[in-house]
């Protein structure tokens, strides 16, 4: 007989995985508002998106419209944080700003499914699943810290890997990848 799976509450623990990363948020805005790592262009799109005054990329970064669709939200809500050495555009800066929240969001999002992995298709412990979460966070750091989309990327990778046995959530994700980021067909591709 198989172990039922250990209850969890998914937004206890996206909660203690945003709050456990919050300084991951600064560190990508910081990185970005000051132009030290290079980066994809990104807050051109979602300017270009949100008011018109950015630039639609060429392909490949064209057809990822799906991944800056989902720093819109935060380009509206987040009040603009301006660092005070920063001489930058502040709607570059709020661009800049909302890409590097969703990679935080992603970050803790990612941290969340390897939690929820480990407890419950594993039936680990909570310290297991723990570990697994706070991994997830310190290997984002090798993912790039600019504000662009490889912490999204990596995120879904993980909600694909979780998923894996579910068809009727993962087909459905999987035929809109190439509209997040067309490297996901890859890399499921190479896994399956």
Known sequence: MKNPSPPVNTAMVFFLACVG???VFFEIYRM????TVPND???RFLLYVTSGQGSWPGAPFGYRVLSVLGAVPFYWILPLYQFTLSHGDPTTLRALQA?????FVAISATATVAFIAVRR???????EAAFAASLAIV?????????????LAIFLIFLFLYWFDRPSLFCPMFLITPFVNEKILGFLCFCA
């Open 32 to 35: 970005a508002a000051f132009n």
């Open 139 to 151: 290997l984002s750091g090798y993912c790039g810290r600019g504000a662009d989309i490889d912490a």
């Open 41 to 43: 262009g990104y807050e």
């Open 21 to 23: 990363s919050l300084p």
């Open 121 to 127: 298709t594993l039936a680990g412990t909570v310290s």
């Open 99 to 103: 890409l590097a929240f969703l990679s």
